[in-house]
């Protein structure tokens, strides 16, 4: 949720900035017009509508002739075509003249570039197809991929797609415990990881991290390691690295377990370029993808191939506008499922260069991104609220000493942004010329599923605007009556539409009662928001236990679990609280098991040990001791309680103490 001050500036904005006419010219849909037309039939007559855009825009081994079939909650979308998105994203790029055109731009951290042709990039991925087929992946096999942010991770998934092995992608910065619980869910026997990555100047210890999961778990049977670390130290210039080796990186060593562990460039070496794209089911997984809900156990998200394949590409196609010279660059990790869908699935699919940096975007300084921009002239540019405040709290000397003149569009999408940063962002970094979309989705969804289209909707700062083709979203009560204008309510969607989520992997129990139960015959997004009389819709932030810290999704229950986990902590919950910087933070309230006193190095100890099991982003940043929780008769902690207490504490400084703290408690409980 955006800051308490964010959210009031939201209620009271109205503001209006129309598509800028220069763009608008130029831009695939142009017209209101032609937006209600192709908005009216795709939701008028979605099988028609999705039959021709599956037709018109990609390779099918056999075409569909059936749409989407809904059975609560099971939805089918293609079902009686075969495809391969591994294929669409390179084959038919190819195919369409597109070869040597760059299909990934990389910048390392340490300052190395790398320009890979859509010809290169599927050269590499066969290769990787080939070798996975030689270690004895079959269709439908579970691969983990845990790797910084290099063009390696974009061709171990595209590999992946090609035969038919879903991949789980982790995050590069969680931990171990993290591994270990999605390599457990997913029946993950193969793990794609690296020696390690750059980030702010420093080693992260992937393949370490890898180790102590596979211990965790004993799952893990092969292990291929792709060098990015040692390799600019042993083999300098290989790979295109010129990284300069730093002193860290001249002492980084890591082990490799003998009969499992191999590395990428051995098994790369004879491996053929060819290997054929298996014709898949529309509906065979894709992927997995984990994210937190209110339960302590992540969920694995299943995608599937064709719906996602269809929308993902024409949603990339017409809410960034993108035409054949367009430098694309997504800032998201693709750990998450903004870097799933717009840095590799739908943008490649679109024949365009998509940039991808590996490290931090203060590393050397924080005109790192500005400078990326203006060296590698990057059209569209997409990014996250988070980092945009980050940027003005900056200055914008940092913008202004480069040029940004080749900018075209900016995008924001993660969490509500605030007008204030909205502004600055379209002034600063936009200069004025450039449309901001604010897309509104979540990992469920796959794709885009409320934004402006850039050359037709006028955008209000701090609204994600209207619904993207196909997509029928309402504000509703609990009871399922639809609200009135500008009347709060939960976001659902009412329709199915490709990119949906098909299920939670090995918990179908879960998906109906996440998803399909809280309002029956309607998806329910978790997120409360109004719809003002434009029909644009404004989001509020989440209504259950899921935080938002810096655009990223956490379960409060998982950092709880984290907590007990130390031996010297009875109980914990934790909570969200405004933010300025991140839009929500966390704050830990726990009660030590007796015996134990509490300190301000014991605090340090535990917000560090939560770093340690989940990953730093889990880190809570304020953190209480309490003699007990408040809980209600039934033993439920009273949650709103002690978000209002953080909130609070924030404001007034700390003035809760913790005898206080438990009074209160054990006033509530009474009462
Ligand atoms: C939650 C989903 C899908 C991209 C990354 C996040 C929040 C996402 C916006 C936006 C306001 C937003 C919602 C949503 N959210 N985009 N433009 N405006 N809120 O995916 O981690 O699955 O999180 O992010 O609360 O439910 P995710």
Redesign the pocket.
């Known amino acids: 949720m955006a800051t308490g001050s964010g959210i009031d500036s939201i209620m009271k904005e109205g503001r209006k900035f129309p598509p800028p006419a220069d763009f608008a010219r130029q831009a695939h849909i142009s017209t209101e017009a032609r937006y209600r037309e192709l908005y009216d039939r795709s939701i008028k007559d979605p099988d028609g509508f999705w039959l021709a855009m599956a037709r018109e825009n990609h390779h099918w081994f056999k075409a569909p002739t059936r749409g989407l079939e809904w059975k609560s909650p099971d939805l089918r979308c293609f079902a009686d075509g075969t495809t391969n998105l591994s294929f669409n994203c390179l084959d038919r790029q190819i195919e369409l003249g597109r070869g040597d055109h760059t299909a990934i731009l990389f910048e390392g951290e340490p300052g190395d570039v790398r320009k890979i042709s859509y010809r290169e990039l599927r050269d590499e991925v066969c290769r990787l197809a080939n070798v996975l087929k030689k270690l004895g992946v079959k269709k439908g096999d579970r691969i983990t991929l845990y790797m910084p942010m290099i063009p390696e991770l974009a061709i171990a998934m595209l590999a992946c797609a090609r035969i038919g092995a879903p991949h789980s992608v982790i995050f590069g910065g969680f931990t171990s415990q993290a591994i270990a619980d999605r390599l457990q869910d997913a029946g993950s026997h193969v793990v794609i990881t690296a020696d390690g990555g750059w980030r702010r100047g420093k080693i992260v210890p992937l393949k370490e991290n890898v180790d102590a999961a596979a211990d965790l778990t004993g799952m893990v049977k092969t292990v291929i390691v792709y060098e990015r670390i040692t390799q600019s130290r042993d083999r300098k210039g290989a790979g295109g690295t010129s990284g300069a080796p730093s002193a860290e990186a001249a002492q980084f060593k890591i082990n490799m377990k003998s009969g499992r562990d191999h590395w990428w460039h051995d098994l790369m070496k004879d491996a053929s370029t060819n290997c054929p794209a298996e014709p898949l089911d529309a509906e065979h997984m894709l992927y997995l993808l984990y ?1 937190s809900g209110s339960t302590g156990k992540p969920k694995g998200i299943l995608h599937t191939t064709g719906g996602y394949m269809v929308y993902t590409a024409l949603s990339a196609k017409y809410v960034f506008d993108l035409k054949p010279d367009d430098v694309f660059w997504c800032t998201a990790d693709i750990g ?3 870097g799933h869908s717009y840095v590799v699935y739908g943008i490649l699919q679109n024949g365009v260069t998509s940039v991808m940096y590996e490290g931090a975007p203060n590393q050397p300084d924080w005109d790192r991104f500005w400078a990326m921009i203006e060296k590698h002239k990057v059209t569209k540019f997409y990014t996250a609220p988070t980092a945009i405040r980050a940027f003005m709290r900056q200055g914008r000397e940092f913008v202004d000493k480069h040029d940004l003149s080749s900018l075209k569009l900016l995008g ?5 942004i605030n007008p204030e940063a909205w502004i600055w962002y379209h002034t600063v970094v936009g200069k004025e010329r450039c449309p901001i979309v ?7 969804t796959g794709g885009i599923l409320l934004t402006p289209l850039p050359g037709v909707t006028s955008t209000k700062p701090g609204s ?1 605007t209207r619904p993207f083709f196909g997509i029928d979203p309402a504000i509703m009560s609990k009871e399922g009556k639809v609200a009135a204008p500008n009347e709060g309510g939960f976001l659902v969607i009412r329709k199915p539409w490709p990119a949906m989520l098909r299920g939670i992997w090995g918990d179908p129990e879960r998906y109906q009662r996440q998803y399909w139960d809280e309002i029956p015959g309607v998806y329910f ?3 409360s928001s109004r719809c003002d009389e434009d029909g644009y819709f404004w ?1 509020m ?2 209504v259950d236990d899921v935080i ?1 810290v810096a ?1 990223h ?1 956490l379960g409060t229950a998982e950092v709880e679990s984290a907590l007990v986990s130390h031996p010297k902590v009875a109980e914990a919950a934790v909570v969200g609280f405004p933010d300025e910087l991140t839009g929500e933070a966390i704050a830990a309230f726990v009660a030590l098991r007796s015996g134990n006193q509490p300190s301000e190095a014991l605090e340090t100890e535990l917000k560090h040990h939560v770093a340690a099991v989940i990953g730093a982003i889990a880190r809570p940043k304020a953190l209480r001791f309490t003699d007990a929780l408040p809980k209600t008769r039934s033993g439920k902690i009273m949650r709103r309680l002690l978000k209002e207490l953080a909130t609070k504490g924030r404001v007034d400084g700390d003035l809760t103490t913790l005898e206080d703290f438990s009074v209160i408690a054990k006033l509530r409980d009474e009462a």
């Open positions: 994210t998450w499922v903004t924001t999408v993660g969490e509500p604010d897309t509104w989705w979540q990992t469920e994600a997004t978790g997120d989001i932030g989440r938002k655009g999704r």
